[in-house]
């Protein structure tokens, strides 16, 4: 049987307005120890807002932190998955978008996401797993 995202994503999420600044963002960011906040414009989630975001749009145009909106530099979401959409699947999504993080979205709600680091997590239980099942057999 296949696993699903629900397995493994992470469902405490952070959170930002679309028209909060920058500043409220970058605070948020390294108060909680995160490096994304999912953005959203009337409780729906719209796009994420990553530290590559901040390097990019923000600190190369030496742009003001508490003048510039998150709206204005995040990433748009270019796709998502549902719960019981299999791993397999959201790394197919993730590679062919290039993306790190995966927000996983069920009935319009945003419930988790999927980042790198929980792939990792992942395949290292499996990697682990497989060496205990051949140690055993042999």
Not at 1 to 8: A, K, P
Not at 17 to 46: F, N, Y
């Amino acid at each position: 049987m296949d696993e699903l995202v629900r397995d493994i994503m992470t469902k405490e999420l952070l959170t930002i307005s679309e028209k909060d600044t920058a500043l409220k963002a970058a605070q948020l960011m390294s108060e909680k120890g995160v490096s994304s906040l999912i953005v959203l414009s009337d409780d729906q989630p719209i796009g994420i807002i990553t530290e590559r975001d901040f390097i990019k749009k923000v600190c190369l145009k030496e742009l003001k932190l508490s003048s510039v909106k998150v709206g204005d530099m995040m990433s748009k979401i270019r796709t998502s998955a549902s719960p019981d959409t299999s791993i397999d699947v959201a790394v197919q999504r993730m590679v062919n978008n290039r993306i790190r993080r995966l927000p996983i979205i069920d009935n319009g709600k945003l419930v988790g996401i999927i980042t790198v680091t929980d792939l990792a997590k992942h395949l290292r239980t499996i990697l682990l797993l497989n060496r205990a099942v051949s140690h055993h057999s042999s």
